[in-house]
Each structure stands twice: as structure tokens, then as C-alpha cells.
């Protein structure tokens, strides 16, 4: 079992009105295997977060730490955190012209395991993970995400995520943009990584569709940088009956 672990995490970035302030102190505690969603409203630091668990250079890690299984991650430059077993799903996949999906997938299945995969299997497994997201053959010669739509986008995410087995994922609104069928089909994709490979999963989303294919273990409600409240599943529950307005309503004003 690894362990991703959050201690007390002071993020800032630098903007034209000067620093500020987003993550304020936040410690959590992430096992393979467990599933935590972290919701909240919109600024309450949660796609901070996992851009700081991946190295983005434009957040400034104030004080706190971030370890898997007891090491400095934030010492970790992006591709040492990747090799390490840490799994970024962005909010916004880019577009990676005159790079093939294969090419890509391949390149970087290298990188992460420090040897090429046997071509024959890695080829089966490819298609495989492909039938199963529902992705069309001829999108492996396809430059990753050109032209793409934003569910087969999220679903090429997933795809990464079962090749590449991390230890642990950081799906930052993974479900934003997706239809039923689209939102459908990426859950699967994630409760296979997590019932095959032991994934430990950090879901972050507004909303509690996702939650209802993806069951999480934990949830964590961020607000104004913090987290204002934990609990299980329920707690997704109360949060799609009431909203955020009573978190909000506790929080700091700020100018």
C-alpha cells in the first residue's frame, strides 16, 4: 500500500494585483485503493490543488509538504512525479500537434516504466483499453486531442490513466462537459484502475453525478482555500440537497 500525503499546504500564486493566497492549510491523507472526492464552489482552491500535486510552475508552494510513501514530491521536478506514480486528468486537455496518440502513449509508457513495453502486448492492451472506452481505432494515428470533442478528450484522459497505472490519480473535473453516455463510460474506466491496479483516486468536482458511478470512500469540502468539512458519501448527498451557500455564508469575507 503507498500513501500520497498533504501536510498543512500553503499555495500562492502571483497575479497583477500581487500575491495571493489560495491553498490556506489544507492536510489530507490519500491511500491506494480509497477514493476522495473534493468539492466546493468555484475559487475554493480545488484545481489548485492537484496542479501543485503535479508541479505547475505557476503555484508557489508557501509552507507544508506533499509525500508519497514518504518522499518529496514537491523536490520531484513534473517528470520525476510522474515516474513516481502520480496521475494528472486535466480540466483542459491541450492539444499536442504532429504527436500521434500511439506515439504518445508509447513515449511515455517508456518514460514512466524506463523500458519499452513489448510492442505485440502493448499493442492488445491498447485496443483493448480503447474497446473498452469506446474510442475509435482510427483515433490512435490521430494527433493527441486535435480536433477532438471534449468527451473524447476526457475519455483519451482515462485511457492514459488504465496504460499508464499510476499509484494514484488526480482527476480534476473529469466529468465537466460529458454527457450521460460519455460520463458513463469514463467512470468505467476509472473503477477499472481502481479495482485492478489498487488506484488511489483524488476526484475533484462541483457536482454529484460523477459520484453516483464512481463511489468515494471520503469527501472533502473545500472553501476559501480550506476545508471546511469531511465525511462519506453522505456528505455528497446533503451537498447536492443544499448546496455550498451555508459554507459560504461561515467564510471569510476577502477584499
Request: glycine share 10%; aromatic share 6%.
Amino acid at each position: 500500500m503507498s500513501t500520497l500525503e498533504i501536510k498543512d499546504l500553503h499555495v500562492s500564486i502571483v497575479t497583477e494585483q500581487g500575491v495571493k493566497p489560495i491553498l490556506k492549510g489544507v492536510s489530507l491523507t490519500i491511500k491506494t485503493g480509497e477514493t476522495h472526492a473534493i468539492m466546493g464552489p468555484n475559487g475554493s482552491g480545488k484545481s489548485t490543488l492537484a496542479s501543485t500535486i503535479a508541479g505547475h510552475p505557476r503555484y508557489t508552494v508557501d509552507s507544508g509538504s506533499i509525500t508519497l510513501d514518504g518522499e518529496d514530491v514537491l523536490a520531484m521536478t513534473v517528470d520525476q512525479r510522474a515516474r513516481a506514480g502520480l496521475f494528472l486528468a486535466m480540466q483542459y486537455p491541450v492539444e499536442i500537434p504532429g504527436v500521434t496518440m500511439t506515439n504518445f502513449l508509447r513515449t511515455a509508457k517508456t518514460a514512466i516504466d524506463g523500458e519499452a513495453p513489448k510492442l505485440r502486448t502493448w499493442t492488445k492492451d491498447v485496443k483493448a483499453a480503447m474497446s473498452q472506452l469506446r474510442i475509435e481505432p482510427e483515433f490512435a494515428e490521430r494527433n493527441v486531442n486535435e480536433g477532438f470533442s471534449g468527451g473524447e478528450k476526457k475519455r483519451h484522459e482515462i485511457l492514459q490513466l488504465e496504460l499508464l497505472k499510476p499509484k494514484f490519480a488526480v482527476l480534476d473535473e473529469t466529468d465537466s462537459g460529458l454527457d450521460v453516455d460519455a460520463l458513463k463510460v469514463v467512470s468505467e474506466g476509472v473503477n477499472r484502475a481502481i479495482e485492478t491496479g489498487g488506484l488511489g483516486t483524488i476526484l475533484i468536482t462541483h457536482y454529484t453525478r460523477i459520484l453516483r458511478y464512481i463511489k468515494p470512500d471520503f469527501v472533502h469540502v473545500f472553501v476559501d482555500g480550506n476545508i471546511a468539512e469531511q465525511g462519506g458519501p453522505e456528505l455528497a448527498d446533503r451537498l447536492e440537497e443544499e448546496g455550498y451557500d451555508r459554507y459560504l455564508a461561515q467564510a471569510p469575507a476577502t477584499a
